[in-house]
């Protein structure tokens, strides 16, 4: 290619060749430059021509594959929608192209104009629209009535007798009896023959665990000393709406934190001992009532309304959470404050108050291991008539004359004394 251009180069050249200096009659001549100087400044001089040259050794076919691909770029900058989709339009014959708006480009060297009219900017891709269904769970099958028999009749005994059965058998009988057909299995599933549920002290509990207690929906559910997370918890406690016994002994409050936002119509007694980093504002969230309640609504009910039994042992339990849980937790008949350290003599003084409402459905209280009660706290347990089983077992401060004392005199009748400091009646 350099070769085709250089004799145009070289006749530039040798026009612009200075010529030799003339002898004048004023002085002597200017000395000529040297040979090698003089080929330096011609080969600089060469250089920058060279470099102000254009290249015109590239043949009609270049320039026309030239004019093709800088009208395909121009093309492709005037679609910018259609560039980003990754979609390239066609070369088609006619040199013509149609872009997304309807607007026509025309090639370069058609004879037209590059564009018809100026494009403006392309709208943004749509997303793409999902379809929307419906999802509704699938219709309950009803229970088969008896029990198809290999030979195609059907068993004598119907449903009823065998549910008769299989409530005598535990747990472990009960899943090896699901093993021996389908209908076994379904009837297995009764949640008759599920009251209680126990699955204390397991490590993890895995989502067919989990699936498997919500199927079977058991009235009495311990998961005391478990590693259940809050989100599983949450799972399950709103999917058992009839669950009327719930133990969470040693868990932490982390977990149990899921009760201020599960509602519990049904429950009755609730297990929270030894439950791990419990405080005062802790215990106000869950005994106050949730925050969301309807528009309209003056009844505060708090989420323990109903609760009957609560045991509360071996948490930091102030006065300030008792007046919150005689306040919201009216309907207790059990309660057990064992081994709280901050319970003492005006702790009692709150529970047999003349405005406490426990004051007259208290039945059994446990306050074995409370180390601030004295000698002073029991004649103000004469105050609660429907009392029957008072423990103050393992108190250092109460003396055995003083229990032995209230329990001959009691509110109204005796009390027996089985052991030290347990004070027991015969309903």
Known sequence: MMRKGLPKVTERIDSQKPKPPLASAEGPAVPSPSPQREKLERFKRMCQLLERVPDTSSSSSDSDSDSDSSGTSLSEDEAPGEARNGRRPARGSSGEKENRGGRRAVRPG????????????????????????????????PEPDTLPLAAGSDHPLPR??????????????????????????????????WPRMDLSRRKSLTPPMLSGVVRRQPRALDLSWTGVSKKQLMWLLN????????????????????????????????????????????????????????????????RLQGVAELRLAGLELTDASLRLLLRHAPQLSALDLSHCAHVGDPSVHLLTAPTSPLRETLVHLNLAGCHRLTDHCLPLFRRCPRLRRLDLRSCRQLSPEACARLAAAGPPGPFRCPEEKLLLKDS
């Not at 009896?177 to 009764?190: G, H, L, Q």
């Not at 009532?289 to 609504?297: F, L, S």
């Open 239 to 302: 999917r058992l709406q009839g669950l009327q016994e719930l133990v969470l002994s040693g868990c932490s409050w982390l977990s149990v934190s899921a009760l201020g936002s599960a509602p519990l119509p049904a429950l009755r007694l609730l297990d929270l001992r030894w439950i791990e980093d419990v405080k005062d504002s802790q215990l106000r969230e869950l005994l106050l009532p949730p925050p969301d309640t309807k528009p309209g609504q003056t009844e505060s009910r708090g």
């Open 110 to 141: 058609s004879g037209g104009p590059l564009l018809s009219w100026p494009l403006g900017p392309a709208p943004p891709p749509r997303p793409p629209q999902l379809e929307r269904h419906v999802v509704r769970p699938p219709p309950r099958s």
């Open 160 to 193: 009823a007798a065998w549910l008769r059965v299989f409530q005598h058998l535990g747990p472990r009988e009960l899943c090896i009896c699901m093993r021996v057909c389908r209908t076994w299995s379904r009837w297995c599933y009764d949640k008759r023959l």
